[in-house]
């Protein structure tokens, strides 16, 4: 439920002094009452803070800061901006190497479907499936298909073949990093698609994971869910060249140095960040930051061999 305006601008207002240079910003408490129980107590309880109108936040950073304040304030917030590095070693060949050359989630060309068969073959392949006559009003019958193959249909001047092209395992898998949903009340998000291996998206795919670990620590529900689905959103349209394979790994360095794995259930930013390296598993596994990474131990080896597993044919 949304606060109303009046309450906010007639309620006082907070100071934070946030990060290592305590930079200063204020809040009106209203809103932070109407987010968060912990801020609310730490604003509106008995604490010194709450007396002297003022908190040191020194392990978060500003810019982590000012995205919650803004999230407060609308209801959204403003991703970070990727770096462009000039230097030619990060640049040279890019264009030929993001995803071999496919789309995200792929690895092959999809077979064409639109060649028609000979005779020969549409007579054999007669044999083989039982036609499907078009109606007398020209609308396609289907039959009905498992849900683990692909519908492809060949026409020919008097019906229509059905082919069936199995999913694989790793498409399922990718399938199921687009069909994570975090809430129904997300406002719309376009992110911005990188274009060149130049582009820098670690300060992106940061900003996102910070505010989850922000949110989750002050128990800004709604905010911790719109995180996921930004960074979510993020990594789908996230175009992995080899120059950009770091920017995962930092990704996924931040979120196993701060959060934790629940005695009985996943943490989503964990889950989500597995399942992505499990589906990019054949770029990351050459990189040295990510060999790296895996040899730190902790739980991320685990997870993504969990994860693993569901690609095995």
């Known amino acids: 439920m949304a606060i109303p305006y009046e309450s906010i601008i007639a309620s006082q207002t907070f100071r934070f002094l946030v990060g290592k240079e305590k930079k200063a910003f204020t ?141 694989s395992k790793k498409e399922k898998l990718w399938k199921e990093l687009e069909g994570q949903q975090y809430s129904e009340l997300t406002p719309d998000f376009r992110p911005r698609e990188n274009r060149e291996p130049c582009e820098d998206y670690t300060p992106v795919l940061l900003s996102h994971a910070q505010l989850y670990v922000f949110a989750e620590t002050y128990q800004v529900n709604e905010l911790s869910w719109l995180a996921l689905h930004k960074l979510q959103q993020t990594l789908l349209m996230f175009t992995l060249y080899d120059e950009r394979v770091g920017d995962v790994v930092e990704l996924l360095r931040y979120t196993y140095d701060h959060t934790y794995e629940p005695s009985e259930t996943h943490d989503p930013l964990r889950y989500l960040v597995a399942l992505y390296a499990a589906c990019k598993i054949e770029k990351l596994a050459g990189d040295e930051a990510f060999q790296g990474l895996l040899k730190e131990a902790g739980d991320l080896p685990n997870d993504l061999v969990a994860k693993m597993v569901e690609r095995l044919d």
């Open 27 to 167: 809040i009106h408490t209203a809103l932070l009452a109407h987010h968060s129980d912990p801020l609310n107590a730490l604003v509106n309880g008995p604490m010194s803070e709450a007396k002297d109108g003022c908190a040191l936040l020194k392990d978060v950073d500003e810019d982590t800061f000012v995205r919650f304040a803004e999230f407060a304030y609308r209801g959204d917030y403003t991703a970070g901006d990727p770096e462009i590095l000039l230097d030619s070693s990060q640049i040279e060949g890019g264009e030929d190497k993001a995803d071999d050359g496919q789309p995200n989630g792929q690895d092959e060309e999809p077979a064409a479907i639109n060649t028609l068969p000979s005779v020969d073959e549409a007579d054999s392949l007669w044999d083989s499936f039982a036609p499907v006559r078009r109606s007398t009003k020209h609308k396609k019958k289907y039959k009905t298909v498992s849900k683990d193959v692909r519908p492809v249909y060949s026409p020919t001047q008097d019906y229509l073949v059905p082919v069936t092209a199995p999913i």
